[in-house]
């Protein structure tokens, strides 16, 4: 049985996300399966390292599947690159140990956000990144941002529905960065839940518009109150930008 990791890149903003969601081919790992499947002559199922929202993108998305068939790396990429759709790129196929699971050996996740923040929209940006036209005020999103840091219940910044799982997270660094009108936000930990980044970030553009103190994050992330956290940022700013491993 040989494993094989691929890296994929892909315009998240036509599907319904990463995961597959019964017969419906309509997401990043319906399309991969369905081409895969064609080149096996057998049904493909592929791990994803991270169930991306519908509208967001990938740098550097991750998964593996396992095969009997005997087929080259160079193949299995020639032939999804022929046949995915545009949107979607396979930059890379590696065999790999037996052992390797793209979601279990993630140990690091680091998602890029991007706000455009002008007065003015921009037609080159607008698919790709959150138009803010109030100026934002970086240093307090910066000081705000250092309550997200280290080992949290992160109940409050979550859309996730199961109660058995655990809402505990760790953040590494929260980078904020702005260059010509573009703020770049880069999250880095150790694994997200539903909506998280998209809600940390919100609440980070709040506080940069004026619209709550950042003293209060950990207020709201005290009370595990979802109704405590206000704006969601949308899923078209947000990139899957790199994922490390441990050893398998």
């Known amino acids: 049985m040989n494993n094989y990791k691929l890296t994929i890149q892909y315009d998240g903003g036509r599907y319904k996300g990463w995961q597959r969601l019964g017969n419906d081919e309509n997401t990043i790992q319906g399309k991969i399966e369905s081409v895969l499947s064609e080149l096996l002559d057998k049904k493909v199922e592929i791990n994803g390292s991270s169930r991306t929202d519908a509208g967001v993108h990938a740098f550097a998305q991750v998964a593996n599947f396992k095969t009997n068939k005997n087929v080259s790396e160079a193949q299995i990429k020639n032939y999804l690159n022929k046949y995915l759709p545009q949107d979607i790129s396979i930059t890379e196929v590696m065999e ?17 956000y991007k706000i455009w923040n002008q007065e003015y929209s921009n037609p080159f940006m607008r698919k790709y990144s959150m138009h803010v036209e109030k100026k934002l005020n970086i240093q307090k999103m910066i000081k705000a941002s250092q309550y997200f840091i280290g080992k949290h219940d992160f109940t409050a910044f979550t859309n996730a529905k199961s109660k ?3 809402m505990v997270r760790e953040i590494y660094s929260i980078n904020i960065e702005e260059n010509n009108g573009v703020i770049q936000i880069r999250v880095r930990g150790n694994g997200f839940l539903h909506n998280m980044v998209r809600k940390i970030v919100g609440t980070l553009i709040e506080v940069g518009l004026g619209q709550i103190e950042a003293d209060s994050i950990q207020t709201i992330m005290n009370s595990k ?22 050893e398998s």
Do not use: P
């Open 225 to 246: 109150e979802r109704r405590q956290t206000g704006l969601m940022a949308a899923a078209f700013g947000l990139y899957l930008e790199r994922i490390e491993f441990e």
């Open 164 to 166: 058995k799982k655990s």
């Open 96 to 112: 790999v140990s037996d052992r390797f699971h793209s979601q279990y050996n993630a140990k690091e996740k680091i998602y890029l």
